[in-house]
């Protein structure tokens, strides 16, 4: 009984961790080989639409970044690791793995393009806060430029209705989105879908707005 016992807890530690990795992660495939996988609960993909707003937000962050990172390293590896950044190795996978499902050529490559691209921005500004120095201007601006590019690459994958919803989402949540302006009647229908109040409090609630 207690073997039984033992291994019922070792199934549950395995299950918490899995719960962290999206679908078909590593850990996931690990779990298979060696023959527990049937005790892990994987975690299902949440809609597109969950993911999309945050890998947006990340691209805006990194947009934002430019012209400045020659002069706060220090500030720029801390964007890289705050606010939609602090969760978007999942964000980015999920979408990538949708990309994939949806038939797109190499998503993966893409995913992981856009990591290698992102690490080697972060390396130039760690060896420049490392050293208390400036990192070089054009290469750190060019590495920068190299991951806002693959990043376009990966959402350039989403499909479009998918991508003005999350857009539209993604402004409302940041107070920019279009309100009624001049010639806009009041009481008008506004054009096109609107935003569900749930995404938009969830949006808030993952970005910490």
Known sequence: MRC????????????VRASALPEGGHGGQGAQASG????????????????????LEAQEQLLALK???????????????????SGVRDNVRAVGEYAQQAGAKDASGLVNGFFRKLEAFDLV?????????RPDEADAEAKLQE?????????????????ERSRRVLEKVKGT????????G???APAGPQ????????LQELLNV
């Open 67 to 85: 012209g400045t990172v020659a002069d706060d390293a220090a500030g720029a590896r801390e964007s890289l690791r705050s606010g939609a950044f």
């Open 195 to 202: 935003p569900q109040t749930e995404d938009v409090e969830l």
């Open 147 to 163: 991951s806002v590019e693959a990043l376009a690459a990966l959402i350039a994958t989403v499909p479009a209705d998918v991508l």
């Open 4 to 15: 039984h016992s033992s291994a019922v807890t070792v199934a549950r530690r395995l299950s």
């Open 36 to 55: 527990l996988g049937r005790y892990i609960k994987k975690k299902q993909l949440d809609p597109l639409d969950t993911y999309v707003p945050l890998v």
């Open 177 to 184: 989105g279009g309100g009624g302006g001049a010639g806009a």
């Open 186 to 188: 009041e009481g008008a």
């Open 125 to 133: 500004l760690y060896r420049a806060v490392k050293a208390d120095e």
